[in-house]
């Protein structure tokens, strides 16, 4: 894992999202429309008839759409750690890239829920004195995690010491 802060031509280095996040977010489509699914076929099967209840086959009908679209997002989302700032750049339709000087870092956290937990992965979640640049890079392996905590910690104690 690349560790550098640019490459030879300044360019900042580029990290993707493990695959882990794509296989625990493909695996929670799957189960709500799963349980979409069978909730809306009895539902109109009591309610309107079992006519109706064909109308429950429509997300299994969009679950692929949701599938290409969960992984089309998640080769969006990279980061990339700078000398003075971190990047973070996401989104397909609407692409957004956030800049968070390292000077200005409040807070660096690292959460993990219970469906991460399950998957081995964990979130960084940056908080900055405005409300707005606050910036979270999700679904890391933990390791990693905790060493761009350590590491945003230690850049942004150092980046605003002198302030």
């Known amino acids: 894992m690349e560790t550098g802060t640019a490459g030879w031509d300044g360019e900042p280095v580029w990290r993707g999202l493990p695959p882990g996040l794509l296989r625990m977010r493909r695996l929670l489509l799957v189960v709500w429309m799963g349980l979409l699914t069978v909730v809306v076929g009895v539902l109109l ?12 086959l429509l997300p299994p009908a969009l679950l692929p759409v949701g599938w290409v679209l969960l992984g089309r997002n ?41 469906v991460e937990r399950h998957f081995g992965l964990a979130s960084v979640q940056l908080h900055t004195a405005a409300a707005t640049t606050d910036a979270t890079i999700p679904g890391l392996d933990p390791a990693e995690a905790e060493r761009l905590r350590d590491r945003l910690a230690e850049l942004g104690e150092a980046r605003s010491a002198g302030l």
């Not at 099967?45 to 429950?56: C, I, M, P």
């Open 45 to 56: 099967a009591l309610l309107a008839g079992s006519a109706w209840a064909l109308a429950a």
């Open 74 to 114: 998640w080769r969006s989302w990279r980061y990339a750690e700078r000398a003075d700032d971190l990047l973070i750049s996401r989104g397909v339709l609407w692409h957004e890239e956030t800049v968070v000087p390292y000077g200005r870092m409040q807070l660096v956290e690292v959460t993990s829920g219970p």
